[in-house]
């Protein structure tokens, strides 16, 4: 099994991996594995009948002989392998599913199918919580959460910036900053209802951004706290490189402060399947003095 | 020749006048009449021949004063006793004494109770001690609020913020902390009991500190210790707000910063 992975990487490196490929590219690339590949005899009784192109899935088709069978965790094997090879990211990143085929004549004797998302070495669990009470950057906020398994978890590296959870290019970083005063919830859910108030926080908030666009912005509650969440994208350039950043903010007014919850990176299928993982992450935030 | 008579009202001799005209003055019974004839000054219904005036006045309902007047020989002299003057003299004394006993004893009372006090703040400050409690973090939030308001008091020269066993005090209840820094822009000196503040949860020590400083800072008096006052930054019992949360403490910071701020008279 491992030499189809390894044949079909030959194949992939002419694809551009800055980008989201189109339908159309996902179609040219079955075409070309099916010029290179077609015919030819993989050993253990699997030979390659042909690739072809489905919306956003490639389908391998393979003859086997009559003594071939499926092992009792193909699936499992061909996403290890994949990931072994290195090409299960550009999978994952290019929103890529792929099927395979085995016919033995013209009986379809196996099929499996593994969704781009199931390539991704993403872990989209999250572990015990952890604590900011008594961070020195943390101005004196109790707050607990879950952080995701597998990811890096960092100090921050500018004066506001209490935690931030790293995988690759991807982050979810706790920031506090001080409010001008003291607000109750219900103060805060009276200035969250004056949509001018909201549309300035946003701009300000978004102003590190270039061409900064907003998304979609909502009021929410946060365990008790009255919350404004918004995503927006735009453009950020850092040592002459020109990156296309994507954000999901959740603001959170406590007290006295204001405690920003921003995740994201690179502009690209990573956010939109991480987007739940930064969902359950912001979901298990506990303040947990008002239970005192 | 007609007779003539005279009449006195006590201080001089008037007349004379014949009984006709005697008859047109505002006498009475008692009135001293004299006439040549008569040794002395005689009351006028003691003398027969005037008994056609006499009969003519009425008699008084009640009769209070005795005046005596007797006329001398060679010079009418009149002395005039007279007893009602001598009772509200005496009236005025006591009324007097009485006043200035009130006096003195309140003078006395005010004196007590200050040196009272002073014996209270000398005992506090005797007691009072540094604590490992950053105060000086309630007081720059509690400038940064007011002003946020409009209020921008004097910041004090000097600040005080200790521990100090209130609860040692005689003659006392249970206090929680005490501001001597009321009218005086310069200073913030307040003390606050220890097992209050190690008991308190963090609203109620932000309660108990936003609390001292108004007094303190925007001189601002305890309210009355009434029903329709509780849950209010300046209700004296906050020994009750066990149970209260940081919003609470928010919304009746803003309260009274709100009312101070629209009388501006801190």
């Not at chain 1, 253990?44 to 088709?61: K, M, S």
């Not at chain 1, 956010?271 to 935030?285: A, D, R």
């Not at chain 2, 006395?108 to 014996?119: F, S, T």
């Not at chain 2, 009991?193 to 001292?212: A, D, I, V």
Request: proline residues 3%; negative net charge; contains cysteine.
């Amino acid at each position: 099994m491992k030499i189809i992975l390894i044949i079909l990487l030959v194949c992939f490196y002419s694809i551009s991996f800055s980008q989201t490929i189109s339908e159309t590219d996902i179609k040219q690339l079955a075409t070309q594995i099916n010029d290179e590949l077609q015919g030819m005899d993989l050993g253990n009784g699997i030979a390659v009948r042909g690739c072809l192109a489905f919306r956003r899935t490639l389908v391998y088709q393979y003859d086997v002989d009559e003594y071939w069978y499926p092992t009792e965790n193909m699936k499992e094997d061909l996403i290890a392998n994949s990931k072994e090879a290195g090409n299960a990211d550009m999978f994952f990143k290019n929103d890529i599913n792929v099927d395979f085929h085995y016919y033995f004549g013209n009986k379809l004797q196996k099929r499996i199918s593994v969704k781009s998302i199931e390539f991704s070495n993403l872990n989209f669990d999250i572990g015990d919580y952890i604590s900011i009470k008594g961070h020195p950057k943390a101005k004196g906020v109790n707050l607990k959460l879950k952080p995701p398994i597998g990811w890096e978890i960092r100090e921050g590296d500018r004066p506001n910036i209490v935690k931030k959870f790293v995988y690759g290019n991807n982050s979810y970083g706790i920031i506090v900053r001080d409010n001008i005063t003291f607000f109750s919830r219900n103060e805060v859910r009276e200035l969250l209802e004056d949509e001018d108030y909201v549309n300035d926080f946003i701009t300000d908030a978004s102003s590190f951004l270039r061409n900064p666009e907003i998304l979609n912005h909502n009021i929410v509650t946060i365990d008790k706290y009255p919350t404004l969440v918004f995503t927006m994208k735009g453009q950020m350039e850092r040592s002459g490189i020109k990156m296309s950043l994507i954000f999901k903010n959740w603001i959170i007014f406590y007290e006295d402060k204001i405690v920003f919850l921003q995740c994201g990176g690179l502009n690209n299928k990573e956010f939109n399947t991480l987007e739940g993982l930064y969902n359950l992450i912001t979901n298990s935030v506990i303040f947990p003095e008002q239970y005192n | 020749m007609m007779k003539k008579y005279f009449y006195t009202n006590g201080k001089e001799k008037i007349g004379p006048f014949s009984v006709e005209e005697l008859k047109e003055q505002n006498l009475s019974r008692e009135t001293k009449v004299w006439s040549y004839g008569l040794d002395n000054w005689t009351t006028l219904s003691e003398i027969e021949e005037l008994n056609s005036i006499t009969s003519s006045i009425p008699p008084k309902l009640k009769v209070s004063n005795q005046n005596t007047i007797e006329p001398t020989s060679t010079k009418q002299k009149i002395n005039i006793e007279r007893k009602p003057i001598k009772t509200r003299n005496k009236l005025k004394r006591v009324i007097i004494i009485i006043a200035i006993s009130i006096l003195v004893s309140l003078i006395g009372i005010v004196a007590y109770n200050r040196q009272q006090e002073n014996e209270l703040y000398q005992n506090i400050v005797d007691s009072a001690y540094d604590a490992n409690t950053d105060f000086d973090f309630y007081v720059k939030k509690f400038y940064r609020d007011v002003e946020v308001f409009g209020i921008f008091p004097k910041k004090s020269k000097t600040t005080i913020i200790k521990f100090a066993k209130l609860d040692q005090l005689t003659n006392a209840t249970h206090i929680h902390g005490l501001s001597y820094g009321m009218n005086d822009d310069d200073r913030i000196e307040i003390y606050i009991n220890p097992s209050t503040w190690e008991s308190s949860n963090k609203p109620m020590r932000y309660y108990l500190m936003y609390h001292e400083l108004s007094h303190d800072v925007l001189n601002v008096d305890d309210l009355s210790n009434l029903t329709v006052n509780e849950g209010k930054l300046m209700f004296p019992e906050i020994a009750s707000y066990e149970a209260k949360t940081m919003d609470d403490f928010i919304e009746s910071s803003h309260e009274l910063f709100e009312e101070v701020a629209s009388k501006q008279n801190y």
